[in-house]
Antibody
Framework: QVQLQESGPGLVKPSETLSLTCTVS??????????WGWVRQPPGKGLEWIGT???????YDNPSLKSRVTISVDTSKNQFSLRVKSVTAADTAVYSC?????????????WGQGTMVIVSS | DIQMTQSPSSLSASVGDRVTITCRAS??????LNWYQQKPGKAPKLLIY???SLQSGVPSRFSGSGSGTDFTLTISSLQPEDFATYYC?????????FGPGTKVDIK
């Protein structure tokens, strides 16, 4: 059974860089049947897609984040990572990693439990 | 970008009720529409993918329909464990978008 687990600091100072890692267990992150993504949810608000990364390394990210996002993959560790630079209080949210299943027309079929990140000095 | 809207934004219903939630895309997305259920403090759970395909393990009282720009999620007989927030999401574009959500609570 595949599992995804987010890790990283729960508190980030304004203007600094938020960095999170998602560790995938139970499946290879290099599988061509899947690719990987990040979603966030500010307190009391809805879901926001942050970006996705294919096993080839190709990435797509939400234009609303104004190119502050970097997503990368480390196949040797079966992990993928998220960096959001120049954070503000508006980046405070629960950040979740998820698997995109190409056999399900690219639905997010597996999710991590999510990790709360607070941006505050 | 493809914008997603949902209606209603919230609804109150009783156990046993038939519930329908609507999702609309700003342009045609064929059948690239997914539905998720989220309970407080929990990760979203995939219910329906490709507009009408039921995810494994999801009760058959959940169903999805539609194509193009208009989609619906139907719960045929609402159960106590179904009180939650429901989100649609398009995966037609490489730039994914979620709908704003529909909260279903107890009447």
């Amino acid at each position: 059974q595949v599992q995804l687990q987010e890790s990283g600091p729960g508190l980030v100072k304004p203007s600094e860089t938020l960095s999170l890692t998602c560790t995938v267990s139970g499946d290879s992150i290099s599988s061509s049947s899947y690719y990987w993504g990040w979603v966030r949810q500010p307190p009391g608000k809805g879901l926001e897609w942050i970006g996705t990364i294919y096993y080839s390394g190709t990435t797509y990210d939400n234009p609303s984040l104004k190119s502050r996002v970097t997503i990368s993959v480390d196949t040797s560790k079966n992990q993928f990572s998220l960096r959001v630079k120049s954070v503000t209080a508006a980046d405070t949210a629960v950040y979740s990693c998820a698997r995109v299943n190409t056999g399900m027309l690219d639905a997010f079929d597996m999710w991590g439990q999510g990790t709360m990140v607070i941006v505050s000095s | 970008d493809i914008q997603m809207t949902q209606s209603p934004s919230s609804l109150s219903a009783s156990v046993g009720d038939r519930v329908t939630i609507t999702c609309r895309a700003s342009q045609s997305i064929s059948s690239y529409l997914n539905w998720y259920q989220q309970k407080p403090g929990k990760a979203p759970k995939l219910l329906i993918y490709a507009a009408s395909s039921l995810q494994s393990g999801v009760p058959s009282r959940f169903s999805g329909s539609g194509s193009g720009t208009d989609f619906t999620l139907t719960i045929s007989s609402l159960q106590p464990e179904d009180f939650a927030t429901y989100y649609c999401q398009q995966s037609h574009s490489t730039l994914f978008t979620f709908g704003p959500g529909t909260k279903v609570d107890i009447k």
